[in-house]
């Protein structure tokens, strides 16, 4: 009798063990529902329960695999973080930025739209500050031509050339134009006779002729530059005897005053010296009579 109440108690004492087993080796029955864990009964004896998952479940060292890792619950295109309680939230992009997966985009800052860029604007490059921009970045309108430049508004990989001056617009002295090598030495230019003959300084670089078919009462300088210099050619007819004004013009200097008194032979050639240091006052030279 006393051996069966030994055994009696023993049995009684494993079963206990048993139900007081760790969750690690509780096997519960049926379909389990979200976020749950099979775990020991709170109070034993009884059967193994699903109960809710706390944070020590989660084992910290699992890894999660892009594409491959299941995440139950949340809504799809949104991320997740851990919030102050300790629980994991969804963030949702709104305002400057929008998250369309796995591309997180922002266009602002605080509602101010982000300063053009080379790859973002075709139209504007003023704000890159270092790298190669490519020409196709180059919009029309970007690169303007200034001055002694040609090209106006460019578009993307134009060119711009340099606005040089003809030899008419050198002698001109027209603005804005640059010089190039060979318009600095220009042709003789063309003075047309007349009783009142004007002298154009702005028709030749240096060197002008007039040939005299009659006689010349008054002559008139115009456009005159300081620093132009050179040489006026006076050109008798087949008759010859032409006369021009002896001082030319008051603008003309001379050692002594001018008097200029031409050669009488036809065809004769005179040549008169010149160089003018400002507008109203040119230095004449002592005349050079029948050039052959």
């Known amino acids: 009798m006393g051996y069966r109440r030994i055994i009696l108690r023993a049995a009684l004492i494993g079963a206990a063990l048993l139900a007081l087993g760790s969750e690690a080796d509780a096997q519960c029955s049926g379909q389990p529902p979200g976020n749950t864990v099979c775990a020991a009964p709170i109070t034993p004896p009884g059967l193994p329960l699903f109960r809710a998952l706390v944070p020590a479940d989660i084992n910290s060292a699992v890894a999660l695999t892009p594409g491959t890792t299941a995440v139950n619950g949340g809504t799809a295109g949104r991320m997740f973080y851990h919030d102050a309680t300790g629980k994991f939230s969804e963030f949702v992009a709104a305002g400057d930025c929008t998250f369309t997966a796995p591309n997180f985009l922002c266009t602002k800052t605080n509602g101010v ?47 711009i050339g340099a606005d040089i001056a003809t030899v008419a617009q050198f002698a001109a002295a027209t603005a804005n134009k640059m010089l190039a090598a060979d318009k600095v030495f220009g042709p ?35 456009n005159v530059k300081a620093g132009q210099a050179g040489l006026l ?60």
């Open 113 to 159: 739209n982000f300063a053009a860029s080379a790859t973002t604007d075709t139209t504007n490059a003023a704000n890159i500050g270092t790298g190669t921009l490519q020409n196709a970045r180059l919009a029309t309108g970007f690169v303007t031509a200034g001055t002694g430049l040609t090209g106006g508004a460019l578009g993307g990989g134009g060119t």
């Open 188 to 222: 003789e230019g063309t003075i047309t006779y007349g009783t009142t003959t004007t002298i154009d300084f702005s028709t030749f670089v240096s060197n002008a002729a007039v040939t005299l078919t009659g006689n010349i009462t008054t002559i008139t300088l115009t």
């Open 233 to 292: 050619r006076f050109i008798q007819d087949g008759t010859g005897s032409r006369t021009i004004p002896a001082t030319i013009n008051s603008i003309f200097k001379c050692a002594g005053g001018c008097s200029y008194t031409l050669s009488t032979t036809a065809n004769a050639v005179d040549v008169i010296g010149f160089a003018c240091v400002s507008a109203t006052y040119c230095i004449g030279g002592a005349l050079v009579k029948d050039v052959k």
